[in-house]
């Protein structure tokens, strides 16, 4: 499967952004789809990860109740719906997949196998 991040861009604190995953190839409903995000100087962090059905989702918690993962398996694509944007927030944002997803392990990079390239999200205070 291969992976496309879109939506990134600058916002002001307090704004919106939604980003999407878009996916090629069959099988995407067997895929969990995560996000994560690298600040300049940081390294990559787990943001949320949602599972193939769509049943169970994770989120860090500097996120948790701004921002909101989704999915359409019928469109192959996975959202990343981002309100109430801080100026931490900044970073870039990569999507990753894979069809092991076991959920203990749903933040560790390692256990993604695809990647998409990153969509860079900017929050101006």
């Known amino acids: 499967v291969q992976l496309q991040a879109f939506g990134g861009g600058l916002e002001q604190v307090g704004g919106s952004l939604r980003l999407a995953c878009q996916a090629s190839?069959?099988?995407?409903?067997?895929?969990?789809v995560a996000w994560f995000r690298q600040a300049p100087g940081k390294e990559r962090e787990f943001v949320s990860v949602?599972?193939?059905?769509?049943?169970?989702?994770d989120y860090v918690d500097s996120v948790k109740g701004r921002f909101t993962i989704s999915r359409d398996n019928a469109k192959n694509t996975v959202s990343l719906q981002m309100n109430n944007l801080k100026p931490e927030d900044t970073a870039v944002y990569s999507c990753?997949?894979?069809?092991?997803?076991?959920?203990?392990?749903?933040?560790?990079?390692?256990?993604?196998?695809?990647w998409g390239q990153g969509t860079q999200v900017t929050v101006s205070s």
């Open positions: 990753a997949a894979t069809n092991a997803l076991s959920w203990i392990r749903r933040r560790i990079q390692k256990v993604y196998d695809y």
């Open positions: 949602i599972r193939k059905d769509g049943g169970s989702t």
């Open positions: 190839g069959s099988g995407f409903s067997d895929y969990g």
